[in-house]
């Protein structure tokens, strides 16, 4: 079979506790959001798009997971 096993795709829950200058600045940008596309969304729905362009844009979690050492350090022993 050409396609390979469908991944995991049960959602996973999180509760996440913020402090207030940074749930101010997620509502900002939510209304930013709202702003630039013209169609409002919440915060909680926006929230993992963002942590997901987080990880992506970021070079030395991306080197490090294509190197396969993912969620391990290296070991100086």
Known sequence: MKLAKLPDRTPVKMNVVLVP????????????YAETYGSREEVPE??????????EAD???????????????????
């Open 46 to 55: 926006l929230i993992p798009f963002m942590l997901e362009a987080f990880l």
């Open 21 to 32: 200058s940074l749930a101010k600045r997620l509502s900002e940008y939510a209304d930013f």
């Open 59 to 77: 070079p030395d979690f991306r080197r490090n997971s294509r190197l396969g050492r993912r969620g391990s350090k290296a070991s100086s022993s």
